[in-house]
């Protein structure tokens, strides 16, 4: 049997995942849960094979990617995948960084989501098509792909902080912030920030 934890903040979206889940006869969920302290008690505590994590957890919770580091440090052995609406390639980059193992999306097939929980537990990575897709052309095309410092600068810019600001939030200078963009205005081709905000958005290489 694969012991299956569910991470999710809406409670409906979960426990419909856990009921189509459990029509498989290989699979169990050991726990549900929208709080990410809980979710790391419960893979240690339950000893998860799988856990399917989504992003955004909400906004009295750490994310997705903060809250995957937490659970490999306190249970390795459990393969973490993504389950979630986003498919941004900053979002993608931030959750492998993280140490998850696949990235699925919220419309996939239940096929799809079962195949990839089976992949996981085997050892196997778990990335759906188009996102395995669009992670290698990534690695293909390092000279005009974004840093992750760059699309956090961008993703920050569109939600309307000035340099200034970016600068604290990233905890560096106002000058170091310029480099960022303008070396995101350059792969992205653009000649200001409202641009290459549009043309990043575009791309699905932040989200707004």
Known sequence: MIRILLLDDHPVLRHGTRALLESQPD??????TGDPTEA???????RADVA????DLGADHEDGPATTRRLLAARPDTRVVAFT????DADIVRMIE???????????????????????ASGSAAIAGPIAARLLDRMQRPDDALTNRELEVLELAASGL?????ARALVVSEATVKTHLHHAFIKLRADNRQTAIATAVKRGLIRL
């Open 85 to 88: 609406a986003f498919d941004s």
């Open 40 to 46: 790391v008690t419960a893979a240690v505590h339950e």
């Open 52 to 55: 399917l994590v989504d992003l």
């Open 162 to 166: 000035s340099n200034r600001d970016l």
């Open 27 to 32: 699979f169990v969920v050991v726990a549900d």
């Open 98 to 120: 993280a140490g998850a193992v696949g990235y699925l999306l919220k419309d996939s097939r239940p096929a799809a989501l079962f195949s990839a929980i089976r992949s996981a």
